[in-house]
């Protein structure tokens, strides 16, 4: 079993609990974060609001996966990933479980 993180956006819950039903991750957790980012050092011109950090509607899901199931929702959210226009993508994190009970 391996434990997958995946934070995003609000706007990509479905899309991600879709990929997680194709890879075939039957069980998970999910939670709303507020995600922010600094943006003290952006251009001036790229920060219309001036504001030094800014917060985004965020979701984290968690879920332990098997390990055959680890590179297909890996592809998936690199797919997603790939064909996006916006700034924003899904970033997933895979971390090795030493004991689980």
Known sequence: MKLVVITAIKEFEKDIKLMLKKAEVKTFS??????????????IQTNWFSSEMNETE??????????????????????FNG???????????????????
């Open 58 to 79: 965020s979701i984290l899901f968690y879920a332990f996966v098997k390990r055959e199931n680890v590179d297909k929702l890996f592809e998936l959210v690199e797919g």
């Open 83 to 101: 064909h996006q226009k916006t700034l924003s993508h899904i970033h997933m994190a895979v971390l090795n479980i030493e004991k689980l009970n």
């Open 30 to 43: 999910l939670g709303n974060i507020t995600g922010f980012r600094d943006s003290t050092e952006d251009a």
